[in-house]
């Protein structure tokens, strides 16, 4: 009798276990919840599952026969396998959910508080959400009463109880209370903003500017693109790439100013309240304030992650902090990303290994095959000897798996 194990991600703690014995005459399969120490949390009572991992909630989708349900981290499944799709994590605590191509809504008890009776929708924000109903948009809060009437042709999402709509047309400003803020003149508009911005983008005769809430010009309509440079919900909306004459500047829309001047070939969040831009060729950082921070040295420079950005010179990577020291000298071959303070690097070869913060060899190269990054404490590795995927915490020990 052989036993082999198809894992999944830890999340919230635990993670889902195939368990596949065979011997002689049968094969079977069962699946497993299981916490850090390798112990079960519980089973499930399906062995034909085709899909299951913790969202960030700690809930989980699980999909049966092309279709899908809610379960919890207890183990105690949710609702029926009746929906073509759960969208995982949630908005102000609702899941939105799909069936029969009709969208609506269930809540952390698997209750449907949302009837899906909807064409499409949007994700509540502010207690209200965009829904569409026979061809027409409008609002609901999260007892489905509907707050803004089902006559315009779109509606965005509610953001500081402004919400942009689109009527006959044309794209202009409402309120909560169905009250026009900003006429309907704008062939774009977005209202993504935090409480602090004090300008929202929009478009006019094909080039864009910016507005305020009342509808005053703050930049006049002269830029080629405008893009939003987060969805982090604190700066959403707030910095944006602005693109004249072919260059961005980066803007703000809490101080209605540029931060920098027309110089950059491209500007992207960056993570960790910096942004990645490109200038002559070469990759930097500039900061909150327009400030660069990694000069424009880098052949590539990929995102921020646990206060560490990968650099990329020549065919080798490394690791810069926020001031441009080196942390991890540029000598890997593979794009290099930190999670849990470990690093998945490759040498000349291209066999995989761990490195820490330290660039200490933490998980010698070629150990494994088919390394993943770390999650919650573990990365999934391919082990040829065992012929199958097994966990390594971030000290290079496997976990044990104890069914």
Known sequence: MTVKYKISNFNKGKAFVDKETTSDSSVSLEIYCINKQGHKEFKLPFNDIDYFEFDNEGFTTLKRNDKYA???????????????????????????????????????????????????????????????????????????????????????????????????????????YNNVLVDFQYDEIDNKATRYCMAYAAKKNNKYGFINGQGDIVEDFMYEDILFLTDQTDLEGEF????????????????????????????????????????????????????????????????????????????????????NNIVIPPLYFIPLSINDGMILVANDKLEEGYVDRKNNLVVPYGKYTKCNHFQDGFAMVYSEEKEQYIYIDTTGKELEIKL
């Open 240 to 323: 944006l790439a602005v693109k004249k004459n072919n260059k961005y500047a980066l803007y703000s829309t809490a101080k209605t100013k540029f931060l920098t001047d027309f110089i950059y070939d491209y500007i992207e969040y960056g993570e960790e309240s910096t942004f990645l831009v490109k200038q002559d060729e070469r990759y930097g950082f500039i900061d909150l304030y327009g400030n660069v921070t990694i000069p424009f040295v880098y052949d590539d420079v990929y995102f921020f992650e646990e206060g560490l950005a990968c650099i990329q010179i020549g065919e080798r990577y490394g690791f810069v902090d926020h001031c």
């Open 70 to 176: 809610l379960m919890n981290l207890k183990g105690e499944i949710l609702t029926d396998f009746t929906y073509e799709h759960i969208f995982n994590g949630s908005e102000e605590g609702l899941f939105y959910v799909i069936r029969d191509k009709l969208h609506g809504n269930i809540d952390f008890n698997g209750h449907e508080v949302i009837p899906c009776i909807y064409e499409t929708a949007r994700h509540f924000r502010e207690g209200v959400s965009a829904r569409k109903l026979n061809g027409k948009w409008g609002m609901i809060d999260h007892f489905n009463n509907t707050v803004i009437p089902f006559d315009y042709d779109e509606i965005g999402y509610c953001c500081n109880n402004i919400i942009k709509a689109k009527r006959f047309g044309k794209w202009g400003l409402i309120d909560k």
